[in-house]
């Protein structure tokens, strides 16, 4: 071999071969000592040394504040509390405490935010079920599901006043309606374009209530059963009507409140159930908000029925159910309405009283005089006997209960009950009503007695 070929790649000068067979060994076992952790024999691994940093003459040993277990490192100054390991994690997951601390902080926000924010959060849910319930038409639910609200001047939560003001007119409770607008609102906010829905409610009811009080001296005796002139009292109502609250402002009286009390007036003396039906037309087509629907709806579900009309009298009902279905006067009047076929249909009626129990409000059985009819339509005495008995217990009663209850009587032969019932009414300024006094004494059957047109028994 020549010099050149002699020459290692480094341009070195070659040496024997003894020597740089030594000069190898040495290298390789350098490089043993240099990366002990990366070699392995053989594939057995190198084995490892249990080394806790501290010797014999150690005088003073320091756990580490993280592991608590290897000792402090001293690389890092004389108080540095955490070992070498832990040192490594801590660059790697260098928000490994700083984290913990994080999620502490958070759960304890989170807890102080449930704590102070209780009353909202159990508002909220308040507010979700009396939406629900006035989507389903229940209005009276949805009153008492935010009646806590109803005094709470410094509640600020606009959901809440409006279906608490949306519940109490569809439920025809204008005067709550009105008294939560005073109590939610000055006379500046309700100026607001935002609150033009409350202000004109509130004037609606102001019309109302000062309406009812100008009329209520023109009706009073005669819906107390006394004698009146008809087309007097008709002319005295259709006065207010024409006459004004506030001149200056150009307020009128409601004129929805008067043709209504002229039904009333036409009912009491018979009129054409036609003519009744045109009248209370006339107050719906005036009831430019809907507001009122609660004075007309129910009569005009009932005259269908009278007039044969049994679509237009669901399409009432279907009505009042949309605005309150816990309202048993609907669910009267659309019985009514087939009381009054040519053959009466006791098992619509049954099916529409189970249905009002179904949405009665607080168990109402405000419904149980037209049950008590239609199982008197099905010769089911005992049944409408013991329906009324429960009804008249517990319920404040009016002259045509009374009446109903006594025909009850007569039919299952509880005379007793009977001469109660006349003696309660003659108390009162009141006559048994002529219809069941004709029953008592054989001039009217049972069946002519339902198919009076008057609707109330009496």
């Known amino acids: 071999m020549n010099e050149e070929e002699k020459r290692d790649f480094n341009g070195e000068e070659p040496k024997d071969d003894l020597a740089q067979e030594l000069e190898e060994i040495r290298s390789m076992f350098q490089r043993e000592l240099n990366n002990p952790a990366n070699d392995e024999a053989d594939g057995q691994p190198i084995q490892e040394i249990d080394y806790d940093g501290s010797s014999e003459e150690d005088e003073e040993y320091t756990a580490c504040e993280c592991?608590?277990?290897?000792?402090?490192?001293?690389?890092?100054?004389?108080?540095?509390?955490?070992?070498?390991d832990c040192r490594e994690l801590m660059k790697h997951y260098p928000l490994r405490k700083r984290g913990v601390v994080a999620i502490i902080a958070m759960i304890l926000i989170f807890g102080l935010t449930v704590f102070y924010g209780m009353d909202n959060f159990e508002k909220t849910i308040d507010v979700l079920d009396a939406k629900i319930l006035a989507d389903e038409g229940k209005a009276l639910s949805a009153i008492s599901e935010l009646y806590g609200y109803m005094s709470d001047k410094d509640n600020d939560s606009?959901?809440?006043?409006?279906?608490?003001?949306?519940?109490?007119?569809?439920?025809?409770?204008?005067?709550?309606?009105?008294?939560?607008?005073?109590?939610?609102?000055?006379?500046?906010?309700?100026?607001?374009?935002?609150?033009?829905?409350?202000?004109?409610?509130?004037?609606?009811?102001?019309?109302?209530?000062?309406t009812q009080q100008a009329t209520e001296g023109?009706?009073?005796?005669?819906f107390?059963?006394?004698?009146?002139?008809?087309?007097?009292?008709?002319?005295?109502?259709?006065?207010?009507?024409?006459?004004?609250?506030?001149?200056?402002?150009?307020?009128?009286?409601?004129?929805?409140?008067t043709?209504?009390?002229?039904?009333?007036?036409?009912?009491?003396?018979?009129?054409?159930?036609?003519?009744?039906?045109?009248?209370?037309?006339?107050?719906?087509?005036?009831?430019?908000?809907?507001?009122?629907h609660w004075i007309y709806l129910a009569p005009l579900c009932e005259l269908s029925g009278i007039l044969g009309e049994t679509e237009l009298a669901e399409e009432y009902f279907n009505r009042m159910m949309e605005k309150n279905s816990?309202?048993?006067?609907?669910?009267?009047?659309?019985?009514?309405?087939?009381?009054?076929l040519e053959t009466p249909d006791a098992d619509a009626m049954i099916e529409i009283c189970e249905k009002a129990e179904e949405n009665a409000y607080n168990g109402d059985k405000s419904y149980y005089p037209i049950l008590a009819i239609a199982y008197l339509i099905k010769e089911q005495g005992s049944l409408a006997y013991d329906t009324m008995q429960q009804y008249m217990s517990t319920y404040r009663y009016s002259v045509s209960d009374c009446n109903l209850?006594?025909?009850?009587?007569?039919?299952?032969?509880q005379t007793e009950t009977y001469e109660t019932m006349k003696a309660t009414l003659e108390g009162s300024g009141y006559a048994m009503g002529e219809t069941v006094e004709m029953y008592k004494n054989g001039e009217m059957s049972l069946a002519e007695v339902i198919a009076d047109k008057r609707g109330d028994i009496g």
């Not at 209850?405 to 032969?413: D, I, K, Q, T, V």
């Open 67 to 84: 592991c608590n277990e290897k000792p402090v490192s001293k690389n890092h100054g004389e108080d540095y509390p955490y070992c070498d």
């Open 158 to 210: 606009a959901k809440i006043t409006e279906l608490l003001v949306d519940s109490f007119c569809n439920a025809g409770y204008l005067s709550d309606a009105y008294q939560y607008i005073q109590n939610s609102f000055t006379a500046g906010e309700l100026e607001k374009p935002s609150n033009k829905k409350y202000k004109e409610i509130a004037e609606i009811t102001e019309r109302f209530i000062a």
């Open 218 to 222: 023109i009706v009073y005796s005669a």
């Open 224 to 257: 107390r059963g006394a004698d009146f002139d008809y087309d007097k009292l008709v002319a005295e109502l259709d006065a207010i009507a024409e006459s004004y609250i506030d001149e200056e402002k150009g307020i009128k009286h409601e004129s929805i409140l």
């Open 259 to 292: 043709d209504y009390y002229k039904y009333e007036l036409m009912k009491i003396k018979d009129k054409d159930a036609k003519d009744q039906f045109d009248m209370l037309r006339a107050a719906e087509a005036g009831d430019e908000t809907g507001i009122y």
């Open 326 to 340: 816990e309202d048993m006067l609907a669910y009267k009047a659309y019985a009514n309405s087939f009381r009054y």
């Open 405 to 413: 209850y006594a025909l009850c009587a007569l039919y299952c032969g």
